[in-house]
């Protein structure tokens, strides 16, 4: 058996080499151990997203935790990361289960837990579980999942976050205003809430197909060029929203079909909430988002700390401190009001009701922001390499000797995790390895879009060639 780690999010793996119904049994005799340990009467709720043999899988887990006498609340049909973390919160269960791979290729699936304060379980907790995860496959039988009243619930959390969503929008603004929008589920979890929330509103990739069309599911440009395609095409949207597969991150188009970055929309949210909402707290950023966040911060006078990738880094600090967004650059962001739980929906809506109540366009919202921070431009990389260059790679970005990247000179490097090289003209590059894929990345920031491509295909040779 192979071991079991969970990665930035959760634990991943390909159906069929790894992730298979065996190993789905051990990782969750871990979890049941675990809750066991801490809890007299342990409960979770399960669920899947649209990813092949969902149901299969959580089954599969379900299984285990009746046969360890742990109450099972399981979904109704297929349902997004953050309706589980939700209804952990409103069922207050000992931990909460979502079947999903998140952003991965369609041919992954995954495992992420949650706690009952509605966000990823700690980097600690996980750490007591990975121990408590057997080697040998437990023998437990299959059960039917039906409500039986006692130790099986069958639960509505698509029409939980439903209720949450309506209770916390101006709905009508959006739905009257003049602005037409349009959303992209990616063939994901969240195309059930938008359909039933905008009806008529143009919708795309809003059907199960677990292939995804050969595509990860993840909402960024290179992902999402029909959807881009479609927004010019029409003329007439204002914003496009996209979602990845189990609805947890963002992607953002402007009524001209350019793409809209997470380090944008994080910008837009602090800017909504502190000046226009009158929120306040402290900002949680992870280390790949840009500088310009603690500009906008400094603007305002508000606290920013910025920590590890992994949203699981940041969802502790919403426990303990004042919290007005915590954000990362994969488009995973949580803010003040909601559940500390990244919500790709939730992101989206916040943006659309600002553009809906202010009249003011996105193109014109993010101007707002560029008079304080200043205007830049940012993309991404990801390199699809051997074991061996990966390690290469990382071994000479660990040795501190790199003194020139895309044609310019190094003025500082930063390594909160992985490296962060920063140049006298303002320009940004980050070198890491993916917790989830084997994928380097690397990512850039420029003032404009000329030099910044310029700079990172010049980039991406050298780190090519370390």
Same mark, same amino acid.
């Given at each position: 058996m192979?071991?079991?780690?969970?990665?930035t999010?959760?634990w991943?793996?390909?159906?069929?080499?790894?992730?298979?119904?065996?190993?789905?049994k051990?990782?969750?005799?871990g979890?049941?151990?675990y809750?066991?340990?801490?809890?007299?009467?342990?409960s979770?709720?399960?669920?899947?997203?649209?990813?092949?043999?969902?149901?299969?899988?959580?089954?599969?887990?379900a299984?285990?935790?009746?046969?360890?006498?742990?109450?099972?609340?399981?979904?109704?049909?297929?349902?997004?990361?953050?309706?589980?973390?939700?209804?952990? /919160?409103e069922?207050q269960?000992?931990?909460?289960?979502?079947?999903?791979?998140?952003?991965?290729?369609?041919?992954?699936?995954?495992?992420k837990?949650k706690?009952?304060?509605?966000?990823?379980?700690?980097p600690?907790?996980? @750490?007591?579980?990975?121990?408590?995860?057997?080697?040998?496959?437990?023998?437990?039988?299959?059960?039917?999942?039906?409500?039986?009243?006692t130790?099986?619930?069958?639960?509505?959390?698509?029409?939980?976050?439903?209720?949450?969503?309506?209770?916390?929008?101006?709905?009508?603004?959006?739905?009257?205003?003049?602005?037409?929008?349009?959303?992209?589920?990616?063939?994901?979890?969240?195309? %059930?809430?938008?359909?039933?929330?905008?009806?008529?509103?143009?919708?795309?990739?809003?059907?199960?197909?677990?292939?995804?069309?050969?595509?990860?599911?993840?909402?960024?440009?290179?992902?999402?060029?029909?959807?881009?395609?479609?927004?010019?095409?029409?003329?007439?949207?204002?914003?496009?929203?996209?979602?990845?597969?189990?609805?947890?991150?963002?992607?953002?188009?402007?009524?001209?079909?350019?793409?809209?970055?997470?380090?944008?929309?994080?910008?837009?949210?602090? /800017?909504?909430?502190?000046?226009?909402?009158?929120?306040?707290?402290k900002?949680i950023?992870?280390?790949?988002?840009?500088?310009k966040?603690?500009?906008?911060?400094? /603007?305002?006078?508000?606290?920013?700390?910025?920590?590890?990738?992994?949203?699981?880094?940041?969802?502790?600090?919403?426990?303990?401190?004042?919290?007005?967004? %915590?954000?990362?650059?994969?488009?995973?962001?949580?803010?003040?009001?909601?559940?500390?739980?990244?919500?790709?929906?939730?992101m989206?809506?916040?943006?659309?009701?600002?553009?809906?109540?202010?009249?003011?366009?996105l193109?014109?919202?993010?101007?707002?922001?560029?008079?304080?921070?200043?205007?830049?431009?940012?993309?991404?990389?990801?390199l699809?390499?051997?074991?061996?260059?990966?390690?290469?790679?990382?071994?000479?970005?660990?040795?501190?000797?790199?003194?020139?990247?895309?044609?310019?000179?190094?003025a500082?490097?930063?390594?909160?995790?992985?490296?962060?090289?920063?140049f006298?003209?303002?320009?940004?590059?980050?070198?890491r390895?993916?917790g989830? @894929?084997?994928?380097?990345?690397?990512?850039?920031e420029?003032?404009?879009?000329?030099?910044?491509e310029?700079?990172?295909?010049?980039?991406?040779?050298?780190?090519?060639?370390?």
């Amino acid at each position: 058996m192979t071991a079991i780690k969970f990665g930035t999010d959760g634990w991943r793996a390909i159906i069929a080499k790894d992730f298979t119904t065996d190993n789905v049994k051990r990782i969750s005799m871990g979890v049941a151990l675990y809750l066991k340990q801490k809890e007299t009467e342990p409960s979770v709720v399960i669920g899947h997203d649209c990813r092949f043999a969902g149901e299969l899988f959580m089954q599969t887990a379900a299984s285990v935790f009746l046969a360890q006498g742990i109450k099972v609340h399981f979904a109704k049909g297929f349902v997004s990361t953050p309706m589980i973390s939700l209804a952990a /919160h409103e069922l207050q269960v000992s931990m909460g289960v979502i079947i999903t791979a998140s952003h991965n290729p369609p041919s992954y699936n995954g495992y992420k837990l949650k706690g009952n304060y509605g966000g990823p379980v700690l980097p600690f907790e996980l @750490e007591l579980i990975e121990a408590l995860i057997p080697d040998a496959v437990p023998q437990v039988a299959d059960i039917e999942l039906k409500d039986n009243g006692t130790t099986l619930f069958r639960q509505d959390l698509e029409a939980m976050y439903l209720k949450r969503v309506e209770d916390s929008f101006d709905l009508d603004a959006i739905r009257n205003s003049s602005m037409k929008f349009a959303y992209d589920a990616m063939y994901g979890a969240g195309q %059930g809430v938008m359909k039933k929330l905008f009806p008529g509103m143009d919708l795309l990739h809003c059907d199960q197909n677990p292939g995804f069309e050969g595509t990860a599911p993840e909402p960024i440009l290179k992902n999402l060029k029909p959807f881009q395609e479609f927004i010019r095409s029409k003329g007439n949207i204002a914003s496009g929203l996209a979602t990845d597969g189990d609805a947890d991150r963002i992607g953002l188009f402007d009524s001209k079909g350019n793409f809209v970055d997470s380090h944008h929309i994080i910008l837009l949210l602090i /800017h909504y909430l502190y000046k226009y909402k009158g929120y306040r707290g402290k900002v949680i950023t992870a280390f790949s988002v840009t500088d310009k966040v603690k500009t906008l911060c400094a /603007h305002y006078g508000l606290e920013q700390q910025t920590v590890k990738i992994g949203f699981k880094y940041i969802a502790g600090f919403f426990l303990e401190e004042d919290i007005l967004l %915590g954000g990362e650059e994969s488009g995973g962001i949580a803010v003040k009001g909601h559940i500390p739980e990244r919500d790709g929906i939730w992101m989206g809506l916040i943006i659309w009701e600002f553009m809906a109540k202010s009249g003011k366009t996105l193109e014109e919202l993010i101007e707002e922001v560029y008079a304080i921070t200043g205007s830049f431009q940012y993309d991404r990389a990801d390199l699809h390499l051997t074991e061996e260059q990966k390690q290469r790679i990382l071994k000479t970005c660990a040795g501190g000797n790199i003194q020139h990247f895309g044609g310019k000179d190094v003025a500082r490097t930063e390594t909160i995790d992985g490296y962060k090289y920063h140049f006298n003209g303002g320009e940004w590059l980050m070198i890491r390895a993916s917790g989830t @894929e084997p994928v380097v990345r690397v990512y850039a920031e420029a003032a404009d879009k000329t030099e910044l491509e310029t700079f990172l295909q010049q980039s991406v040779k050298d780190v090519l060639a370390l």
